[in-house]
């Protein structure tokens, strides 16, 4: 007698990303002919799921905030392919991505630069309704002055200009922007990073609740683990414009395998001062080389203390090596058959010490 098999409950993905690559060019010269490339984004593989939220971190320079324009499409792709609901996107024109607007949309970083000083907030958080040529039910000002009231801000002032408010009060005009017309996807490129220590905790917990009511897909690029750890379900680790590693929030901070991913959660704060007398700080020696000229193989073997020769030859593919984690390691920590710490090379460019 067969069987027959269950259906998979596993939902299609919203987002998938494919060989993603953006390199910028390097002109010089009275005929500016092209000198070499800066490679920012270099071949990203992942997938977003309805109603998850993506975390992406990694050091300054390291890619995420050009992935989040890239797959925003505010970017063009140098190669690579974009899909949003099954529909290829990588390479649509401006008039064949307006109706796709509606569906992704994108919280910039700096709440004092992406709004403009001399629109009020109606205009600002109004606009998307304008561009597009929707009239919500009751009209602009008073979906405007609802979405207010739904981040938090006084629906009465519509009328005031930017300069009025806080920075955690502009990052809220932002978020009520990005969410006029119902998007399923929101980029966040570091919401938070601008802002003052006792102000990022109301923004992250209004992201959260916002996904709850509206449900919400989110992609959250940071750099700071801790705030991502608290919003997340995955967490992709970028370095040099490839994620090296790709696991659920819980798998990743229990059981890094990737010694850059190891390095970075040693470097989070511990406020138990009993805990942060037992960890081992790992100080990774240099900077991150130039994404003009990246290293050959593993591009985290001039800082690895990990690496060995086959590293600086060879460049490790993403690999699940255990239920939904990914790794591009040659020497992944906490790997089956190895035991944590335990080192498969010499040490070379990195310093471990225990914090007193």
């Not at 938070?192 to 509206?214: F, P």
């Not at 967490?235 to 190891?262: F, Q, S």
Request: net charge positive; with cysteine; aromatic share 4%.
């Amino acid at each position: 007698m067969t069987v027959p098999e269950q259906a998979t409950t596993t939902p299609e993905p919203l987002l998938t990303v494919s060989g993603l690559v953006k390199h910028f060019p390097i002109k010089k010269g009275l005929l500016q002919r092209q000198t070499g490339a800066v490679q920012a984004v270099d071949g990203l593989d992942f997938d977003v799921r309805p109603g998850e939220t993506l975390g992406v971190v990694g050091e300054s320079g390291c890619g995420k905030s050009t992935m989040g324009r890239l797959i925003t499409r505010l970017l063009e792709p140098t190669s690579g392919k974009i899909e949003f609901e099954g529909k290829d996107i990588t390479h649509l024109g401006t008039a064949a991505m307006r109706p796709m607007r509606r569906d992704v949309q994108m919280i910039f970083q700096d709440p004092y630069s992406s709004l403009n000083p001399r629109h009020t907030v109606g205009a600002i958080v109004g606009a998307p309704f304008r561009l597009q040529g929707v009239t919500p039910e009751g009209g602009i000002k008073a979906e405007v002055q609802r979405l207010l009231a739904l981040v938090g801000l006084n629906p009465e002032h519509y009328n005031r200009y930017p300069h009025e408010f806080s920075g955690g009060q502009r990052q809220r005009i932002g978020i009520a922007r990005a969410l006029a017309l119902k998007p399923k996807l929101v980029v966040a490129d570091e919401p938070v990073s601008a802002l003052d220590v006792s102000i990022q905790a109301q923004v992250v917990n209004l992201l959260d609740d916002l996904q709850d009511e509206l449900g919400l897909t989110y992609v959250i690029i940071a750099h700071d683990l801790s705030v991502i750890r608290h919003v997340s379900d995955r967490i992709a680790v970028m370095y040099l414009g490839k994620i090296v590693e790709l696991a659920d929030r819980r798998a990743l901070y229990e059981t890094p395998m990737h010694p850059y991913t190891t390095a970075l959660l040693s470097a989070v704060p511990v406020p138990d001062p009993r805990r942060r007398a037992r960890r081992e700080r790992i100080l990774l020696k240099g900077d991150v080389p130039s994404p003009i000229s990246p290293p050959s193989g593993c591009r985290f073997h001039t800082r690895c203390w990990k690496a060995t020769e086959v590293c600086k030859r060879e460049e490790p593919p993403l690999v699940a090596l255990a239920t939904g984690h990914q790794v591009a390691c040659h020497h992944p920590e906490n790997a089956p058959g190895q035991a944590p710490g335990q080192v498969a090379g010499p040490v070379r460019s990195a310093t471990k010490k225990t914090e007193s």
